[in-house]
């Protein structure tokens, strides 16, 4: 939780650049949310941030119907990196992968790609909404930036273009996997692989066996569905790999 006297309780993503000599003009959406959701008026205080520019405090010049204008006072947080971590998952049924990249958002990764595998049960995403769970999730869990949501693909397109520099780990339901919680190398680039409820086909495991830069992971003695697996896998990488060793935050959502 950031610690500033002045520390507002609303946040927003802008995509333009935060300085105090460049007052921020909001989109429509965004209007509508401080206006008729929060019901903020002229004077209210509004944490900015781009990915880029760190955090800032802004105050409320002008809110109407159709325009909102913000005028940019001071530096609240300057910007950190986020750790090299990606996660790719098989889109799942009922929306449930969009909970996976929500979670994803709040533990930190940078970037996450959903991939099409042979026994994938959903064989299309809509980004947009997929792009929006993110910047939402980033604007209430107090990250710096948003993550990217890089463009979906099958797992072996993927996996032949992959930067053999950065380290991926999937499940691997065969046991023979190390627990991501006591991995003995600590790669500065990495990626998990969550695969679909029904698992990697014969074919993609004896693919991803077969890469250097692809390492088993094991979760445990029970089967878990691949959006528990998703979260139970990245808490583990994220407090070996990760940046948990920062100072920490025990501020709750309300």
Same mark, same amino acid.
């Given at each position: 939780? %950031?610690?500033?006297?002045?520390?507002?309780?609303? *946040?927003?993503?802008?995509?333009?650049? @935060?300085?105090?000599?460049? $007052?921020?003009?909001?989109?429509?959406? /965004?209007?509508?949310?401080?206006?008729?959701?929060?019901?903020?008026? !002229?004077?209210?205080?509004?944490? #900015?941030?781009?990915?880029?520019?760190?955090? &800032?405090?802004?105050?409320?010049?002008?809110?109407?119907?159709?325009?909102?204008?913000?005028?940019?006072?001071? #530096?609240?947080?300057?910007?950190?990196? =986020?750790?090299?971590?990606?996660?790719?998952?098989? !889109?799942?049924?009922?929306?449930?992968?969009?909970?996976?990249? +929500?979670?994803?958002?709040? @533990?930190?990764?940078?970037?996450?790609?959903?991939?099409? =595998?042979?026994?994938?049960?959903?064989?299309?995403?809509?980004?947009? *909404? #997929?792009?929006?769970? #993110?910047?939402?999730?980033?604007? /209430?869990?107090?990250?710096?930036?948003?993550?990217?949501?890089?463009?979906?693909?099958?797992?072996? =397109?993927?996996?032949?273009?992959?930067?053999?520099?950065?380290?991926?780990?999937?499940?691997?339901?065969?046991?023979?996997? +190390?627990?991501?919680?006591?991995?003995?190398?600590? $790669?500065?680039? &990495? %990626?998990?692989?969550?695969? !679909?409820?029904?698992?990697?086909?014969?074919?993609?495991?004896?693919?991803?066996?077969?890469?250097?830069?692809?390492?088993?992971?094991?979760?445990?003695?029970?089967?878990?569905?691949?959006?528990?697996?998703?979260?139970?896998?990245?808490?583990?990488?994220?407090?070996?790999?990760?940046?948990?060793?920062?100072?920490?935050?025990? *501020?709750? %959502?309300?």
């Amino acid at each position: 939780m %950031a610690e500033h006297p002045d520390y507002p309780r609303t *946040r927003l993503y802008i995509g333009e650049k @935060l300085h105090p000599s460049e $007052p921020v003009m909001l989109h429509d959406e /965004q209007v509508h949310y401080l206006r008729d959701v929060l019901r903020l008026k !002229p004077e209210g205080a509004v944490a #900015l941030f781009n990915g880029v520019d760190g955090e &800032w405090l802004g105050k409320l010049r002008v809110l109407e119907k159709k325009q909102a204008i913000l005028d940019v006072i001071s #530096l609240l947080r300057p910007q950190t990196p =986020t750790p090299d971590s990606w996660l790719l998952f098989a !889109p799942l049924k009922q929306a449930r992968h969009e909970t996976v990249i +929500e979670k994803a958002s709040e @533990l930190g990764v940078r970037a996450v790609q959903a991939v099409y =595998t042979k026994f994938s049960v959903v064989d299309r995403i809509n980004s947009t *909404r #997929l792009a929006r769970i #993110l910047q939402e999730s980033s604007e /209430q869990c107090e990250r710096l930036d948003v993550p990217e949501l890089l463009p979906d693909n099958k797992l072996e =397109t993927v996996l032949s273009n992959w930067d053999s520099g950065r380290a991926l780990f999937y499940g691997d339901e065969s046991g023979g996997g +190390e627990n991501p919680a006591s991995l003995t190398a600590c $790669p500065d680039s &990495w %990626a998990l692989l969550i695969g !679909p409820e029904g698992g990697f086909s014969h074919r993609e495991l004896q693919i991803l066996r077969g890469l250097s830069f692809a390492h088993p992971i094991s979760l445990g003695p029970r089967i878990l569905k691949a959006d528990t697996a998703a979260v139970a896998a990245l808490g583990c990488l994220m407090s070996r790999l990760g940046d948990w060793h920062h100072k920490p935050s025990f *501020r709750t %959502a309300s």
